[in-house]
């Protein structure tokens, strides 16, 4: 059973995020702590919480390849798993700053929590009293769409639907360690899509497709743009690019890029819709 809530993000609190943070903070998306199982406060879960995080930043800082996993603790009431991962295309240091918010930010948002997550633009920072390493999890996820509608669904939906299977098929498979996967496609003569598709790369090939399968059948329809959000993995699509085209290209060059000129990363500012959905 899900419980459903909606939140409209205006476009107020677009620019006023916009306006009042930092070029190089990363831009929170949500974060789910199911508040059943709380630790006790100075206790060994808390120190060891402690250790984890920073032992994930510093991981994250010392250029981890956007991916690392930790383990604190020796027996199970105290043990803990973490780990991070941050979007495929971004540097060694804008991963960094995201994670070091989330260290910070997940204690805040998530206090005393024995099982949190927390997604930014950027990256994904989780921990929890079981181990997390290579299991595919699906919940909790989230999915944000553009509000504005597609013109011509029906061959909208083909392109997205094509575009979607040969980057979950090609970040799957994954290489150098990561599991991303970028595409451009034509739309119309004037507009082009943009899609993006990752998973941890701790999952098999299995796994991460069985994921992304998920993630496709439940993206927002309709939209000019929409999100979809789990522990293991992510897609996106938009009609305009926002990720970094030449970070992709120097990871694995699809065949795309050799005629394709990569596109300057614009950040739109847009009404966005959350839809949250959380296992009860
Ligand atoms: C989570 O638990 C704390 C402490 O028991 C409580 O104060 C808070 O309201 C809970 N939050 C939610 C969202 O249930
Ligand atoms: C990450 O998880 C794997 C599998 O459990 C383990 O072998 C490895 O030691 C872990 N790495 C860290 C830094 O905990
Ligand atoms: C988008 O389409 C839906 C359903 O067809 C409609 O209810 C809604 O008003 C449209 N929204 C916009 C912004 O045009
Ligand atoms: C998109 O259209 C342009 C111009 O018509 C063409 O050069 C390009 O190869 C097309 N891209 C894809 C991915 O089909
Ligand atoms: C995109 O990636 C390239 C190559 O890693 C980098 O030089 C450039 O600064 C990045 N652009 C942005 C906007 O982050």
Same mark, same amino acid.
Not at 81 to 96: E, I, K, W
Not at 101 to 113: A, E, F, S, Y
């Given at each position: 059973?899900?419980?459903?809530?909606?939140?409209?993000?205006?476009?107020?609190?677009?620019?006023?995020?916009?306006?009042? /943070?930092?070029?190089?903070?990363?831009?929170?998306?949500?974060?789910?702590?199911?508040?059943?199982?709380?630790?006790?406060?100075?206790?060994?879960?808390?120190?060891?919480?402690?250790?984890?995080?920073?032992?994930?930043? /510093?991981?994250?800082?010392?250029?981890?390849?956007?991916?690392?996993?930790?383990?604190?603790?020796?027996?199970?009431?105290?043990?803990?798993?973490?780990?991070?991962?941050?979007?495929?295309?971004?540097?060694?240091?804008?991963?960094?700053?995201?994670?070091?918010?989330?260290?910070?930010?997940?204690?805040?948002?998530?206090?005393?929590?024995?099982?949190?997550?927390?997604?930014?633009?950027?990256?994904?920072?989780?921990?929890?009293?079981?181990?997390?390493?290579?299991?595919?999890?699906?919940?909790?996820?989230?999915?944000?769409?553009?509000?504005?509608?597609?013109?011509?669904?029906?061959?909208?939906?083909?392109?997205?639907?094509?575009?979607?299977?040969?980057?979950?098929?090609?970040?799957?498979?994954?290489?150098?360690?990561?599991?991303?996967?970028?595409?451009?496609?034509?739309?119309?003569?004037?507009?082009?899509?943009?899609?993006?598709?990752?998973?941890?790369?701790?999952?098999?090939?299995?796994?991460?497709?069985?994921?992304?399968?998920?993630?496709?059948?439940?993206?927002?329809?309709?939209?000019?743009?929409?999100?979809?959000?789990?522990?293991?993995?992510?897609?996106?699509?938009?009609?305009?690019?926002?990720?970094?085209?030449?970070?992709?290209?120097?990871?694995?060059?699809?065949?795309?890029?050799?005629?394709?000129?990569?596109?300057?990363?614009?950040?739109?500012?847009?009404?966005?819709?959350?839809?949250?959905?959380?296992?009860?």
């Amino acid at each position: 059973m899900n419980s459903w809530f909606t939140i409209s993000l205006s476009l107020f609190s677009f620019f006023f995020i916009k306006i009042f /943070s930092t070029e190089a903070a990363p831009t929170y998306l949500f974060h789910a702590c199911p508040n059943t199982t709380l630790f006790t406060p100075n206790s060994a879960y808390q120190s060891n919480l402690n250790t984890l995080l920073s032992s994930l930043s /510093s991981a994250a800082a010392d250029g981890a390849d956007g991916f690392a996993n930790a383990t604190v603790g020796q027996n199970s009431p105290d043990q803990l798993y973490g780990l991070f991962l941050c979007r495929g295309d971004v540097n060694t240091a804008t991963c960094s700053d995201c994670v070091a918010t989330g260290k910070q930010d997940i204690l805040q948002r998530c206090p005393n929590q024995r099982v949190s997550v927390i997604w930014y633009d950027e990256c994904m920072l989780r921990y929890s009293d079981g181990s997390i390493y290579s299991v595919m999890e699906q919940v909790p996820s989230f999915k944000m769409y553009h509000t504005r509608n597609i013109t011509n669904p029906t061959h909208f939906m083909r392109v997205l639907g094509e575009t979607m299977d040969d980057i979950a098929a090609r970040a799957s498979v994954g290489k150098s360690g990561k599991k991303v996967a970028v595409a451009e496609a034509n739309f119309t003569s004037l507009q082009k899509l943009y899609t993006l598709a990752q998973c941890t790369p701790d999952l098999m090939v299995s796994e991460c497709n069985t994921c992304f399968r998920a993630a496709i059948a439940g993206l927002p329809r309709g939209k000019q743009g929409g999100r979809l959000f789990t522990p293991s993995c992510s897609m996106r699509f938009e009609l305009y690019p926002f990720y970094n085209a030449s970070a992709m290209a120097a990871l694995v060059p699809p065949p795309s890029y050799l005629h394709s000129p990569s596109a300057p990363v614009t950040r739109r500012k847009g009404m966005f819709v959350f839809v949250i959905f959380l296992p009860l």
